[in-house]
């Protein structure tokens, strides 16, 4: 049993879409993935998202390579209506690859050998556990 070719797009796997207010300081980044021409040294468009504009977002957006005409004031999408007064940007999404984890101390961390250690409930001798005076 096949599934039909716009089955088989749909269920593909893609970049996620990132729709960005054209209000937003991170739509200034998604301008430019349309409005810079590429070096040559690129292959492919492809922008670094700034943490601070983003909002905190990491990752990489891509241009859609659905849009079929850049206006002044709008992006128009093939075979999607446009949003009422042209007010969102939408841009492909990819999520920076992973790092591996170093796992190391923290700053200011007191280790073992640092800390006093005070006998456990069940060492002591007698009813109380002992005091300072009796310690040294």
């Known amino acids: 049993m ?3 070719f716009d ?3 749909r269920n593909a796997e893609s970049m996620d879409i990132l729709v960005i207010k054209k209000s937003h300081s991170l739509c200034l980044q998604a301008q430019k993935l349309y409005t810079e021409p590429l070096s040559g040294k690129q292959t492919q468009s492809r922008k ?3 943490v601070k504009d983003s909002g905190g977002m990491n990752g990489f ?3 859609l390579p659905e849009v079929s005409q850049l206006t002044q ?3 128009r999408l093939k075979r999607m ?3 009422p007064i042209n007010s969102v940007l939408c841009v492909r999404f990819e999520c920076p690859s992973g790092h591996s984890h170093i ?3 923290l700053q200011n961390i007191l280790s073992e050998s ?3 250690r005070e006998p456990l409930w069940h060492t002591y001798e007698g009813r109380f556990p002992p005091t300072i005076r009796q310690v040294e």
């Open 2 to 4: 096949f599934l039909p």
């Open 7 to 9: 089955e088989v797009k």
């Open 48 to 50: 670094l998202l700034d």
């Open 61 to 63: 957006i891509h241009p």
């Open 73 to 75: 004031s709008s992006f």
């Open 81 to 83: 209506m446009d949003v």
């Open 103 to 105: 796992p190391r101390l």
């Open 114 to 116: 640092v800390i006093v």
